[in-house]
């Protein structure tokens, strides 16, 4: 990262675009504590996180989802979701404890199955579902921790387009239901333009510029790097 300077606004649906190895999967990694800053500051509602460690940051309510997959495999649906809950409530270093008798953590489990449409399939292991599946158990557990700012890395990739129409109205959903920002990585254009507020365009490790849709679709700067060549010439 270099000279980036970035706020990221309540309640405003943002894009993160750029080619492959631009730093947005870096910039991401920075925000959420995974890397740490050698130089810069950060800052969450009005409080600097700069030095904070990944889960002190995940209890200000900052939360993420993974570019590769990120989930247990050998344990069920309700497992996985089971694990954040737990964390949030401050019960996941209790050896003996069932999370599956535990009523608190059982309504939270619940509405999340309901957010993410996996109820039908709660006892089934992590590993066996379909990619999509996997991808919308990802986004619960990153939004089990009830975060007020929620990075999702590359959310669509991978899918067939039914699947990316399920995910862009989950997203959606989660924004006004649960009162989550969240910000996207996605290489979709389409996801994109369909989703965003305000798109975000890195380059080279640092923000060639930002904007609404409209105005980055149009940008020469934009399609230059997409396209490798000088628009025009
Ligand atoms: N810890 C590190 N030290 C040095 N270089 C790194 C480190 N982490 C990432 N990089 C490099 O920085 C660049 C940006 O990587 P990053 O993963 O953030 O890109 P990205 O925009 O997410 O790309 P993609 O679209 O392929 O996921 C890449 O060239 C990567 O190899
Ligand atoms: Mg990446």
Partial sequence: MNDVHLTLEKGVLTSIIGPNGAGKTTLINLFTGKLSCDFGRLFFDGM??????????????????????NIFPQMTVVQNLQLPVLARLDRAARPFARPDRDPDV???VESLLEDIGLRELRNVR??????????LLEIGMAIACRPRLCFLDEPCSGMNPGERVQMQELIRKLTAMRAVTFVIVEHDMDVVFALSDWVIVMHQGTV?????????????????IYLGEKVGA
Wanted: charged share 30%.
């Fill in 48 to 69: 600097e996180i700069t030095d904070l460690t990944p889960h002190e940051r995940v209890r200000r309510g900052i939360s993420r989802s993974f570019q590769i997959t």
């Fill in 106 to 108: 059982g309504a939270e």
């Fill in 126 to 135: 992590a590993k066996a579902l379909a990619h999509g599946d996997q991808r």
């Fill in 208 to 224: 060639l510029t930002e904007g609404r849709p409209e105005a980055i679709r149009n940008h020469a700067g934009v399609q230059e």
